[in-house]
């Protein structure tokens, strides 16, 4: 893989930042005007079709990074774009004390109890040390 440009697929936002596509929405909610830093990993960071990877990356204050993605519903398949997309980028974000998966779906065809989902669930965690968070249509991330 070639070298990632991570300071080109970058905006910066000071206010509130909503992330849709796909009929998916993430907002997150920014009362205190922290510069977040919205990264395009699909189509932007990472080119290839061929690679696996998540919509965004959403960071701020190098302390804590979003992994997100948006998707119409195949959960599974969000999990492995997060967790490629973790793996690749994983030296830039090394040094953040908070790292986490967000997986929005505009309809999800398995339950969040499924075993499978209960798998890939404490895999994610076991890769970003806290729980990934799903939601249904929309969720909304209060930045501190």
């Known amino acids: 893989m070639t070298d990632m440009d991570y300071k080109g697929n ?9 992330i849709e596509e796909n009929k998916s929405c993430c907002y997150f ?18 080119k290839s079709s061929k690679q ?3 919509d965004y990356i959403v960071h701020w204050n190098d ?13 599974i398949k969000a999990f492995s774009q ?4 973790i793996k690749m980028t994983r030296k830039n974000f090394e040094n953040f004390n908070t790292s986490q998966c967000i997986i929005v779906c505009s309809r999800i065809r398995l339950p969040s109890s499924d075993s499978t ?9 076991a890769l970003t040390g806290t729980v990934p968070i799903i939601k249904s249509q929309r969720h909304e991330y209060l930045v501190k």
């Open 117 to 125: 989902i209960i798998r890939l669930k404490k895999k994610m965690k």
């Open 52 to 54: 696996e990877k998540c």
């Open 63 to 75: 302390n804590c990074v979003n992994y997100i993605e948006l998707k119409g519903g195949d959960l």
């Open 10 to 18: 970058t905006t910066k936002h000071n206010g509130n930042l909503p």
């Open 82 to 85: 997060v967790e490629e997309t």
């Open 29 to 46: 909610k920014n009362p205190n005007k922290v510069i977040l830093n919205k990264l395009k990993v699909d189509g932007g960071l990472i």
